[in-house]
């Protein structure tokens, strides 16, 4: 297996990644077979256990680059001192290309694969430590109210984030999308200064 750098440099590596992204994103993590992305993509299965170890190493690649790219525009903005009204609405815009890209099977699958579970954890830590940043510099310029606990903010952003299982809240909504975008008006919005 390569390295996510070897991966970037070999074209083959790269139309597995592809085949395998287009597979997911339409049909979710469970129901694509290591089989069906190596037919779609032209290439044998030795091929593919060349740059890759299983199906789950094809979609922890897609989560970090897609990470790496949203961590990146996000880097810039709070590079560049950006008020943080540009840093939701940019954060919003980056939700929505996502919730674009992804489908409702790969979002639940996602969130239910063990195999996928562990890195999830693990990127989601770096995301939180990252937006707390954001938010305390924020607050220390008075961008966002002094008396809100950022804990508390961390907190209700993971709940939030459950909401993708209820059912019940699933059923409000005519798409996870139209949900994800309530849910990151209401959370973002309801923290700008009064």
Request: charged share 30%; hydrophobic share 40%; glycine share 2%.
């Amino acid at each position: 297996m390569l390295s996510h750098k070897e991966i970037e440099k070999s074209e083959k590596a790269l139309l597995l990644v592809k085949t395998a992204e287009e597979l997911f994103m339409k049909h979710g993590i469970r129901r694509v077979s290591v089989e069906e992305i190596c037919s779609k993509g032209k290439a044998s299965k030795v091929t593919f256990y060349k740059y890759f170890k299983n199906k789950q190493a094809v979609v922890l690649y897609i989560l970090k680059r897609q990470f790496n790219k949203a961590m990146q525009q996000l880097k810039d903005l709070t590079d560049n001192e950006v008020p943080i009204e540009q840093i939701l609405s940019a954060i919003m815009q980056i939700k929505i290309e996502m919730s674009k890209q992804w489908s409702e099977e790969f979002i639940l699958d996602l969130y239910s694969f063990e195999d996928t579970r562990e890195e999830l954890v693990a990127l989601k830590k770096h995301t939180t430590m990252m937006w707390r940043n954001i938010l305390e510099s924020a607050q220390a310029k008075g961008q966002l109210r002094k008396d809100i606990n950022i804990d508390l903010l961390l907190l209700m952003e993971d709940k939030l984030r459950e909401l993708i299982y209820d059912d019940r809240a699933r059923k409000l909504y005519p798409s996870l999308r139209e949900m994800a975008i309530e849910v990151g008006n209401l959370y973002f919005y309801g923290i700008l200064p009064r």
